[in-house]
């Protein structure tokens, strides 16, 4: 069974930065598409960035370019989000999603595209 857990969640301020990361086991990583969603309360899950199986291509929501950097490392199986000047409206709940991308090095944007999810970590930005 494919998991991902994510971690490195918290408070902070805004204009503070923090970095989620996510591990992955049981699966073939190297094969994966990855990418991080959102959700706050009240609201949608939203996409918020993915990367590419060789991390070659990446994409963000409009909301987070410029501010979030998506990274991965194909050595340890991870794939982390650098969050930088942090606003109250990042306030969310952070997935981790993994999907599959055998034979292309593309990014995904639709839920649909993650087969494998995690339990998701909290963010909390205070003004």
């Known amino acids: 069974q494919v998991q991902l857990v994510e971690s490195g969640g918290g408070l902070v301020q805004a204009g503070d930065s923090l970095r989620v990361s996510c591990a992955t086991s049981g699966g073939t990583f190297s094969t994966y598409v990855m990418g991080w969603s959102r959700q706050a309360p009240g609201k949608e899950r939203e996409f918020v960035a993915a990367i590419s199986r060789s991390g070659g291509s990446t994409a963000y929501a409009d909301s987070v370019k410029g501010r979030f950097t998506i990274s991965r490392d194909n050595a340890k199986n991870t794939v982390s989000l650098q969050m930088n000047s942090l606003k109250p409206e990042d306030t969310a709940v952070y997935y981790c999603?993994?999907?599959?991308?055998?034979?292309?090095?593309?990014?995904?944007?639709?839920?649909?595209?993650?087969?494998?999810w995690g339990q998701g970590t909290q963010v909390t930005v205070s003004s």
């Open positions: 999603a993994a999907g599959s991308a055998l034979f292309s090095d593309t990014v995904y944007r639709a839920r649909d595209d993650y087969r494998y």
